[in-house]
């Protein structure tokens, strides 16, 4: 089956810093990649899709300038949380779904990454 | 914009039959999806539902009626690693989803 993967799995960072995280589909390729924020005990909410060679789409409320995209390969893209906050601390995950079946199919969901911003 | 419903808990016993459901209110509308997501873990699929009708995979059956703007996850034989949360999520324009709160499932012996 289609494997996503994220690194790092948790992070600790000092609040004013910046952190990025990868995004990564193993064994396929995706030319759109979805990042998504989970606060504990809440639902995942859409931040951006993240579009190979081009631009990110940023969700409303969501500040492009403070998360940044770059989806640079067909099988990688990264989130930048720049200067970090406490109140960025949060779930990231990112999804993926491979180029040969229809984007409406089965999201396939990396293993998330835990953020704790002190 | 979308938004969809789905109940916050439900508690059964093991072995039992339980079934979530989620309604949904959407710009644009594709699929049906669930998730499960254990404490601490990213959600896995579950099940897709495209059309109308019943989905069957193993013990997890899901169904969507469109006319209605409704589906359900239906959970069969539970056992105790059945315990998680399960996420409804509509399958949207540019192939973005959006997820319901959640359901907390708490499985009993």
């Known amino acids: 089956g289609a494997v996503v993967s994220q690194h790092p799995s948790w992070v600790i960072c000092k609040s004013g810093t910046s952190v990025k995280i990868e995004c990564r589909s193993l064994?396929?390729?995706?030319?759109?990649m979805f990042w998504y924020r989970q606060f504990p005990k809440q639902s995942l909410m859409l931040m951006a899709t993240?579009?190979?060679?081009?631009?990110?789409?940023?969700e409303q409320g969501v500040e492009k300038d403070k998360f940044l995209i770059n989806h640079a390969s067909l099988t990688l893209s990264t989130l930048t949380v720049t200067s970090a906050h406490p109140e960025d601390s949060s779930f990231y995950i990112c999804?993926?779904?491979?180029?040969?079946?229809?984007?409406?199919?089965?999201?396939?969901f990396g293993p998330g990454t835990r953020l704790t911003v002190t | 914009g979308q938004s969809l419903e789905q109940p916050s808990e439900v508690t059964a016993v093991e072995g039992a039959i339980v079934q979530i459901n989620c309604t949904y209110q959407?710009?644009?509308?594709?699929?049906l999806s669930w998730y499960q997501q254990h404490d601490g873990g990213a959600p896995t699929f579950l099940s897709y539902?495209?059309?109308?009708g019943l989905e069957e995979t193993g013990r997890f059956s899901s169904f969507l009626s469109r006319s209605d703007s409704y589906g359900y996850l239906l959970l069969q034989e539970l056992q105790m690693k059945d315990s998680a949360s399960y996420f409804c999520?509509?399958?949207?324009?540019?192939?973005?989803?959006?997820f319901g709160d959640g359901t907390t499932l708490t499985v009993k012996p």
């Open positions: 999804s993926a779904t491979p180029e040969d079946r229809a984007i409406l199919e089965e999201q396939y």
């Open positions: 064994d396929f390729q995706a030319t759109t």
């Open positions: 993240s579009n190979e060679g081009s631009k990110a789409t940023y």
């Open positions: 959407t710009s644009g509308f594709y699929g």
């Open positions: 539902n495209g059309l109308d």
């Open positions: 999520a509509v399958r949207g324009n540019a192939g973005k989803s959006t």
